[in-house]
């Protein structure tokens, strides 16, 4: 994993890699698609809880009592629905005691501004570590406004976790919410004019559950 920028980690392990390319091509069928976002949302979760602290507590094992390690908080799962929820349950498999929550919003372009219309999070979000999910971060727009709506709860820290992200989104969500650690494994070229990631892999949602 890489540091490009400050709070923005670039992960290029190399099965991930080979992953996201299989992701991008337009041949990919829902089915295979969903399979693939659930295998590197696990593998892409070990990675953003590395650093996350362990406590001990006492348990036997077959032989004898020792004091075991486990993670001391209890995080919470943020999906931004809809395309999140297919990495919901890829993350959910790596961290299966996790806190789960949903936000629905999105950006509505005659209006110029972000519609929330769902917003479900455990009970007692208050202080505890939250991983928000959403493969695609364009142009930063719906992360920016989905991150200010978690900190008005008090969680605790922050992070952004997608699978491509464009210079711009990255510009705003650091701007915006500086002390939120976001993750990725491709910065792409640019946002088209209609704000999809280039090269990119499509609209992730439609691609996902095969709508359009």
Known sequence: MQTSAPGVHLITHPILQHHLSNLRRKETRPTEFRRLMTEMSKLIAYEVTRDQELKLE????????MDAPFLAQRMVVVSIMRAGNGMLEGVLQAIPNAGVGHIGIYRDKFIHSTVEYFFRLPAEPQGRAVILLDPLLATGATAEAAIARLKQYGVGPI???CLLASPEGLALVKAAHPDVEVYCLSIERQLNEKGYLLPGLGDAGDRLYNTV
Do not use: N, Q
């Not at 006492?58 to 009592?65: H, L, N, R, Y």
């Open 159 to 161: 992070r952004f976790v």
């Open 58 to 65: 006492p348990i036997e094992t077959p032989f004898e009592a």
